[in-house]
């Protein structure tokens, strides 16, 4: 799939099939996320791939009343040293770009318990937990939203 067809066909994926993903696919979003840029390459984030059943439930259950992450067979869980969640949203956009690529669905999620999911998850203390991203195949595609039109987002100067 070339970029930008990759970039307009990608959509936040609310309803999952309950299909495992394959390790070579899961291998590739690691890799796009390793490859991700950050400040000086210092590269202040750690992930945690969740995929156990009993994990993603209790995840679930902190993420407030998103019934949908729980159908979700992978939960990513992106953590970054504080104040460093911006280079942790480039890592993200790599990740969801190379799960559209793959066929694979996802979604961010910035409303939830952070402080329950660091327990269920055992986050050091000095890492925040900046978002968690379901990811699966997708059970139903979401129709295309009208999105503003370039001239109102980008001003030449």
């Known amino acids: 799939m070339e970029f930008m067809e990759c970039v307009c066909k990608r959509r936040a994926i609310r309803g999952y099939k309950p299909d495992a993903i394959d390790g070579e696919v899961l291998a590739q979003l690691f ?4 490859l ?3 400040g000086m ?3 202040p984030y750690h992930f945690y791939c969740v995929t156990d059943a009993l994990k993603r439930a209790e995840i679930a259950e902190k993420a407030c009343h998103q019934e949908f992450v729980g159908t979700a067979p992978v939960i990513f869980a992106a953590t970054c040293q504080k104040g460093r969640s911006f280079d942790t949203a480039l890592a993200i956009e790599n990740l969801l770009l190379a799960a559209a ?3 694979v669905g996802s979604c961010c999620i910035g409303w939830f ?3 329950k999911v660091r327990e269920i998850l055992t986050v050091p203390e000095e890492m925040e937990i900046a978002l968690l991203v379901t990811l699966g195949y997708a059970d139903g595609q979401p129709e295309e939203k009208e ?5 109102e987002l980008v001003t030449l100067v």
Not at 31 to 34: D, F, G, N
Not at 147 to 151: E, I, N, Y
């Open 31 to 34: 890799e796009a996320v390793r």
């Open 36 to 38: 991700a840029p950050s």
């Open 41 to 43: 390459n210092t590269q």
């Open 101 to 103: 690529a793959n066929g």
């Open 113 to 115: 318990d952070k402080e």
């Open 147 to 151: 999105r503003k039109s370039v001239c």
